[in-house]
């Protein structure tokens, strides 16, 4: 009889665990400087030399460990974060495998020093591709130093996968400010080869974030709060000035730990839509805070994906606590109009205000049959748009697309607060404030002021939905039958009605009314395989939402028209009272500012 199998020694089986966990140097870092707060550090410091290629130094003044702890530390599997199986339920700390400290010292050339504030002496420990050659004493402040030399020496195919110098410095300072956004009350820096890339000092969340983002770009990010008894959300997001093209400003951390995930970085650009273009991203500074028991963090070895218990919970959470933010559009207030950058109590005020304008005018928002005449057109022209092709949709009479609903003297929005000074090529209504010219896009204002009075209507009248003459049957996956049985009342909700047809079959007898003519089952597979993926339906949103912007486009002023003094007024007043207010549906911006200092700057004034 043959003996194939073998066990495999540790000093390869700690290799092939640092193949998942030690990509290149910025993730040793990451383990480095987790350990370190884990350790209680107030003061972490990251050096490395080429990019982390030829040696990385991380130090910190956490609680160090004994003699016997620093020995056991290597050894794989050996942790003091958990004990129990029931622990892997709720992980308060970053780390918890056990893993890394041996992982990084089976490719590397390794040194550990460490020493309790008890102790009068600390343990130096040097490994050499994971054989200890050496333990001894030597004399240390307390806390702790990690020293990785010549990583992937022994690992070839590792080596040449790493990138330059300069690449690999850029994916460790990337990798450092993620985690000092978490931790604004811990200080950190970092040099390469002596240069510095980063210092940040011990602050709040808020300079933390300005020092990480740039100051100028701090200045346009608003606080967001979000709590239920399930959730609680805070943080700070950016307008749409800051747009970028990649998603790395987007830090989301779920009880510290910064993630990426899919669910919640679906939420978080769910609640721009309309705000941004597509394909640009903000900057979200967000923290999710859950029982620990809610978020399963055992899902991957480097610890970037989390599974949420319960998933829809968390991705509308997140979504309504940053929509919250963006529906007041708070960057068209600027510091000159109010305080709120500058000053936290007049901000509040001043948000509560605008928050409680905001509840008003959806409160007087009349009901469906009692909509003011633009709406009951818009309605018109909504069952143009189910009959004809969207391109062709007819365009109906714009002049009169504002009606005085009750413009009350004391509404004193950002909008009904600038003074009108004219209208520039009957497209532009140009108005001033104190210190700025304000341009203003007369087609993108009317049209998100229709936008939002048609989602309302949408959302009041409930949505429509239409009886197929023939039942279409449609052949779907296991999981999209489950998800579809799961939310089939909700799916009713939203006009589609589904029935069972045997195995994986199920047949459709109703589509959304909006849709009918825009293939639903299209459609209806997005929208269970968004249920599936986010247990939220954004693609029956996106679908609705986009219909509902090219109606709206189409119903109100288009090109260059002449505007009465009252009509422009009423457009401000109407701006005043509508979400997201800033951009058009599209994401188009509905406002310019040119401020007085850039003026007197083009004339030479200053
Ligand atoms: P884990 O962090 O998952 O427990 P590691 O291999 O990263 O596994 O570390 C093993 C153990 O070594 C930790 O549980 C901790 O007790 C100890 N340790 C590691 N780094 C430090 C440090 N910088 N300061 C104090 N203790 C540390
Ligand atoms: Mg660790």
Known sequence: MSQRITI?????????????????????????????????????????????RRRIRVTDNGHGMSREDALLSLERHATSKIKVDSDLERILTLGFRGEALPSIASVSRFSLATRETSSTEGTEIIVDGGRVRDVRACGMAPGTVVSVEQI??????????????????GHVADVIARMAVSRPDVAFTCTNDDRELLRLQRSDLQRRLAQVVGRDSSLHLYPVTGNDEYATITGFISGPALARSGTQTIYTYINGRFIRDKVVQHAV???????????????VALFVELPPEEVDVNVHPTKHEVRFRR?????????????????????????SVATYATSETTGQAYRERIA???????????????????????????????????????????????????????????????????QFHSEYIICQSDSELVVIDQHAASERVAYQRLKQQCLTGGIESQRLLFPETVELSFSEVAVAVRFCLDL???????????????????????????????????????????????????????????????????????????????????????????????????????????????????
Request: net charge negative; charged share 20%.
């Open 152 to 169: 992937f020496f022994n690992l070839p195919a590792r080596l040449k996968f790493m990138k330059s110098a300069e690449t690999e410095a």
């Open 311 to 335: 998933q829809s919970i968390v991705h509308d959470a997140i979504q309504g606590a940053v929509e919250k933010v963006l529906s007041r559009s708070p960057w068209l207030v600027t510091p």
């Open 492 to 606: 009713a909700g939203i006009g589609f009605e589904l029935e069972p047809f045997g195995g994986t079959t199920i047949m459709v007898s109703a589509v959304p009314r909006l849709v009918a003519k825009n293939d639903p089952i299209l459609l209806l597979r997005d929208v269970l395989a968004d249920l599936e993926r986010f247990g939220t339906s954004g693609a029956f949103n996106d679908a609705l939402e986009s219909l509902l912007s090219r109606i709206a486009c189409h119903s109100v002023i288009r090109g260059a028209h002449q505007l009465e003094n009252r009509q422009i007024k009423e457009l401000l007043y109407h701006m005043d009272h509508t979400d997201f207010a800033a951009s058009c549906p599209h994401g188009r911006p509905v406002s310019h500012v040119v401020k007085l200092t850039e003026l007197q700057k083009i004339f030479k004034r200053t």
């Open 356 to 422: 409680a304008a905001a509840q008003a005018s959806l409160a007087i928002a009349p009901l469906a049959e009692h909509w003011p005449q633009p709406i009951k057109q818009l309605g018109k022209v909504l069952s143009e748009v189910v009959v004809s092709p969207a391109d062709n949709v007819k365009v109906s009479e714009p002049a009169t697309s504002f009606q005085p609903e009750r413009l009350s003297t004391e509404s004193a929005g950002y909008f009904s607060s600038l003074s009108i000074l004219g």
């Open 8 to 52: 495999l020694p540790e000093t390869l089986t700690n290799k092939i665990a640092a193949g998942e966990v030690v990509e290149r140097p910025a993730s040793v870092i990451k383990e480095l400087i987790e350990n370190s707060l884990d350790a209680g550090a107030t003061d972490i410091s990251v050096e490395i030399n080429v990019g982390g």
């Open 269 to 283: 650009m769910q609640a721009y839509r309309g705000v941004i273009d597509r394909g640009r991203y903000p900057v």
